[in-house]
């Protein structure tokens, strides 16, 4: 285990990891949580490694194309809003604005997409990005402690 330290974008690989082995029913919500916690809150490779020892990897097939099997009924739509148009007598090309506006999906990688972090139900904790609800609360002026 290395102890290399770890950027954002690994804390949200493994806790992706994490979300998938708990859809599948391989965690329940309250491992999940834990190891989620201690996912965005640790530091080094050697204290992610832990968190997903006991769990599969995910098959090449099922990490690839997350994007792009809503090529298919984009594309679908797509041509659905040209012919309305063209049927509607083909004055100003307004299918252009929900065309572009779902197309950004596939062109901007990594940006849009991705799940929400789901936040901790427990008020005393603090992924340690955000504070937790017992360190900014009424009283507290809003400022950190």
Avoid: H
């Amino acid at each position: 285990m290395s102890e290399l330290r770890i950027s954002d974008a690994d804390r949200e690989r493994v806790a992706e990891r994490l979300r998938t082995a708990a859809g599948d029913g391989r965690l329940t919500p309250a491992e999940l949580e834990e190891r989620l916690e201690l996912a965005f809150s640790a530091r080094t490779e050697a204290e992610l490694e832990p968190l997903v020892g006991d769990l599969p990897v995910a098959p090449v097939r099922e990490r690839r194309g997350g994007r792009r099997r809503d090529l298919a009924p984009f594309l679908v739509v797509s041509l659905m809003l040209v012919a309305i148009w063209a049927l509607t007598g083909m004055g100003y090309f307004w299918p252009v604005w929900p065309i572009a506006g779902w197309g950004v999906s596939f062109v901007a990688p990594g940006s849009l997409g991705r799940p929400c972090r789901r936040r901790s139900s427990n008020p005393g904790s603090s992924t340690g990005r955000w504070p937790s609800s017992a360190a900014v609360g009424p009283g507290s002026g809003g400022q950190l402690r």
